[in-house]
């Protein structure tokens, strides 16, 4: 059974123990092998925080684009409709890709494909969230996220921490 998702602290975690069966607690490092597992198998890591509980750090889900809905909807609408913010990063091909095609098969954005012409991987922007799953995946290093202000600020945890 694969697990995917972590629900941190009450009364979120309560409530989804009371009302799924498949819920487990689990450790701080059960959690960290979750996230290592997930990343190994390609998913996009997403935050969800909760603006009534004070921005409030509530979940990160594993998500691939077969089975989250979110991502689902995200590529049907191809961004149209903002309900997914993206990472503030975009991946960038450097001239010494070798069109593979490695990236352009992970990608769970639909947001690369390959330049016939040019020899290489060619990034769609609009609809690259910067996940970073390209990058993983790329043998020679070609692909590498860079932050684009275009996308906005990538998310800093350490300004979510309360004093």
Not at 46 to 54: D, H, W
Request: aromatic content about 6%; glycine content about 8%; overall charge negative.
């Amino acid at each position: 059974e694969m697990e995917a998702c972590l629900i941190m602290g009450d009364p979120f975690a309560s409530f989804i123990a009371a009302n799924n069966p498949r819920f487990r607690k689990c450790s701080k490092d059960e959690a960290i092998e979750v996230l290592e597992k997930a990343h190994a198998r390609g998913d996009v890591h997403t935050a969800y925080f909760k603006k009534e509980m004070g921005n409030r750090l509530i979940a990160i889900c594993n998500c691939c684009s077969c089975c989250c809905m979110g991502m689902v909807m995200w590529n049907k609408l191809k961004g149209a409709v903002p309900f997914l913010a993206s990472s503030g990063y975009i991946a960038k091909v450097d001239d010494d890709c070798t069109a593979c095609g490695s990236c352009a098969e992970i990608c769970p954005f639909y947001a690369i494909t390959m330049d016939e012409t040019a020899g290489r991987a060619a990034v769609d922007y609009a609809l690259c969230m910067g996940c970073g799953v390209c990058q993983d995946c790329c043998a020679t290093g070609s692909i590498r996220l860079r932050k684009d202000p275009d996308k906005g600020e990538p998310l800093d945890l350490n300004l979510l921490k309360k004093e």
